[in-house]
Antibody, heavy 119, light 111 residues
Framework: QVQLQESGPGLVKPSGTLSLTCTVSGGSMRSYYWSWIRQPPGKELEWIAY???????NHNPSLKSRVTISEDMSKSHFSLKLTSVTAADTAIYYC?????????????WGQGTMVTVSS | QSALTQPPSASGSPGQSITISCTGTSSDVGGYNFVSWYQQHPNKAPKLIIF???LRPSGVPHRFSGSKSGNTASLTVSGLQADDEATYYC???????????FGTGTKVTVL
């Protein structure tokens, strides 16, 4: 079955760039929506962005222009870049999948990776 | 876009039923039949248990059911079991500009 695995640095300096990759195994990336979702410690979930078939993206307007999401189907992964990070970006970052038919339902999640923003 | 409002906590004894509310606005919960519910055990990723208001993914017990009235969605867990002790989050579609909004979360305790 399809599995997702996040990877990337666990510590990022303030004003730096957070870069994460989600590797997809056990299935195709084509025709699915791939999202990043984060959860600050003890807080609720926040959707960050999605990418679909490499060409279509959308992101949470609260993150303005700091977010870039991309997809590389040939390598079975998609990535997140978040620039100008602050302590408020400290969170568990999850990657997740949703289908074209049920775009609003994230049916498969990665285990999550903790990212701390600190000097 | 503000988070959807959920009660911070709910509890019940084994075998009982509990209902968790999720209140939004006409721009999210009330405007679309795209409400999902997720169960999150401590230190685990969320798990989808309800989508499109009242549909269950394969493998999710019938004890979990969803409904919606106006700007408020609800999750009912019947026949509470010890493993139901978790935090539950609702989510709704909120339009193309910011498609996904989550709830504040409800921690369920099985007494």
């Amino acid at each position: 079955q399809v599995q997702l695995q996040e990877s990337g640095p666990g510590l990022v300096k303030p004003s730096g760039t957070l870069s994460l990759t989600c590797t997809v195994s056990g299935g195709s990336m084509r025709s699915y929506y791939w999202s990043w979702i984060r959860q600050p410690p003890g807080k609720e979930l926040e959707w960050i962005a999605y990418v679909y078939n490499s060409g279509s993206t959308n992101h949470n307007p609260s993150l303005k222009s700091r977010v870039t999401i991309s997809e590389d189907m040939s390598k079975s992964h998609f990535s997140l870049k978040l620039t100008s990070v602050t302590a408020a970006d400290t969170a568990i970052y999850y990657c997740a999948r949703s289908t074209v038919a049920t775009i609003t339902a994230f049916d498969i999640w990665g285990q999550g990776t903790m990212v701390t923003v600190s000097s | 876009q503000s988070a959807l409002t959920q009660p911070p906590s709910a509890s019940g004894s084994p075998g009982q039923s509990i209902t968790i509310s999720c209140t939004g606005t006409s721009s999210d919960v009330g405007g679309y039949n795209f409400v999902s519910w997720y169960q999150q055990h401590p230190n685990k990723a969320p798990k989808l248990i309800i989508f499109e208001v009242n549909l269950r993914p394969s493998g999710v017990p019938h004890r979990f059911s969803g409904s919606k009235s106006g700007n408020t969605a609800s999750l009912t867990v019947s026949g509470l079991q010890a493993d139901d002790e978790a935090t539950y989050y609702c989510s709704s579609y909120a339009g193309s500009n910011n498609p996904f909004v989550f709830g504040t979360g409800t921690k369920v305790t099985v007494l």
